[in-house]
């Protein structure tokens, strides 16, 4: 992808695609602004060398116009953050947005309208469209073409949203030269693709979360480039089922138990070693205030169910992190959001903060993990903490981002 540093931006219209998706409370406060302070950089380096900045993004999956998802509510931040007052369109395409934008001044800041007001942002790509779209499921290119006549340059810094071929993600590459990546961009694709696709070793995952199903792509791309596999999470009593153990009441996908017994397989055949947790905290009802005991693995009574790693897990993942050089982590070791069962993530996460601290390169691919660490408060320890959900795990299974193939092809 193209270079933002490289751009010649004094004077210039610069479209730019953040992904500034944040949570809003009821009174529409945001209750986490990590992914407006990730675009910060990009639009201070466009401000920085005069540049007229025209600042678009989605917010949640408004069908049609609806206030409750406007970008209004973002505008303190920005300014606050920016250090200049970020003027709104109360649109994000037509004449009044035109005026604004001929009257933005060098290093000025216009914050467009939610994009997805616009059904055409999404017809872009439609549900049926899987990434490689054949020539005539292609979309009526106009929207991404309004959107495009207002700049001179597009810079996508929307790593979060590059999994989607929406018009102002994909469509908007294709009708605005230069089109390059902004620096959240480039730092999650070094990231997530460069360092996990080219790591210093050993290179180890640690892949939890509630399901093999919503994993399996990842863990079967990952098997292909670490030395260690860790398993944690709901997922590994699919596993512990597959080999034959006793499981209790824990949550098992029996339409993936062949599935796992496969990766076991593909794990030994690629040299990879697989670790699933020895211990686990088991409750006997899913909730804060269950009765919890820990117990070895493959004695789970009945009516129990599994919702935690055990201690002696956190001992053996930690030993098999000692070494590494790389590690990558998706998916929380348990229940995280209960107290209770919080403790093999939280200990997972001091363990990288830790091997960070010591050189390792540290990755956080996203969600829930991304949460667990934010919870802990060792996000800044980390070499790299994904702003992506999506696009993060389907980067990690290897597929192309289209955001990112629009850059590429400019
Ligand atoms: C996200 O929150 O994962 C991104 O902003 C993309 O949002 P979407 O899943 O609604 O496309």
Not at 77 to 101: F, M, N, Q, Y
Not at 224 to 240: A, N, P, Q, S
Not at 279 to 287: H, L
Request: with cysteine.
């Amino acid at each position: 992808v193209g270079d933002l540093s490289a751009a010649d931006l004094k004077g210039k219209k610069v479209f730019v695609r953040a992904d500034l998706n944040v949570p809003l409370d009821d009174n529409q406060n945001i209750t986490d602004d990590t992914r407006i302070r990730a675009a910060i950089p990009t639009i201070k380096h466009l401000m920085q060398n005069g540049a007229k900045v025209i600042l678009s993004s989605h917010l949640g999956r408004p069908k049609g116009v609806t206030p409750k998802f406007s970008l209004a509510p973002l505008v303190p931040r920005l300014s606050e953050l920016l250090g200049i007052e970020v003027v709104k369109a109360e649109d994000c395409i037509g004449p009044e947005v035109e005026k604004a934008v001929a009257a933005l001044p060098e290093g000025g800041v216009l914050l467009l309208e939610n994009v997805r007001f616009y059904k055409e942002e999404e017809k872009n790509e439609p549900e049926f469209n899987v990434r490689f779209y054949k020539e005539e499921e292609k979309n009526d290119p106009e929207f991404a073409k309004k959107l495009a006549s207002l700049a001179d340059v597009y810079v996508n810094d929307a790593f979060g949203t590059a999994h989607r071929a929406h018009a102002s993600t994909e469509g908007v590459a294709k009708f605005v030269k230069p089109a390059v990546a902004g620096f959240l961009m480039q730092k999650e694709l070094d990231y997530l693709d460069g360092a996990v696709s080219n790591p210093k070793k050993p290179f180890a995952a640690i892949v939890g979360g509630s399901k093999v199903s919503s994993k399996i792509g990842v863990i079967e791309s990952l098997l292909e480039k670490v030395d260690v596999l860790l398993l944690g999470g709901g997922m590994i009593f699919t596993f512990y089922k597959a080999q034959g153990k006793a499981v209790g009441s824990s949550l098992v996908e029996v339409d993936k138990l062949e599935l796992a017994t496969t990766l076991f397989e593909k794990a030994k055949s690629k040299g990879v070693s697989l670790l699933l947790p020895t211990d686990v905290v088991i409750a006997d009802k899913f909730a804060a205030d269950a009765n919890s005991k820990v117990v070895p693995a493959s004695e789970i009574p009945d009516g129990w169910m599994g919702l935690d790693i055990g201690p002696d897990s956190i001992k053996t993942f930690s030993e098999a992190l000692d070494t590494t050089k790389t590690v990558i982590w998706n998916g929380p070791m348990g229940v995280f959001e209960m107290d209770k069962f919080a403790v093999g993530t939280e200990a997972i996460a001091k363990k990288l903060a830790e091997l960070s601290g010591k050189g390792v390169t540290t990755i956080i691919g996203g969600g829930d993990s991304v949460a667990a660490v934010e919870k802990v408060g060792l996000a800044d320890k980390m070499s790299h903490i994904s702003t992506g959900g999506g696009a993060s795990l389907e980067l990690l299974e290897g597929k192309p981002l289209p955001g990112v193939l629009a850059l590429d092809e400019a």
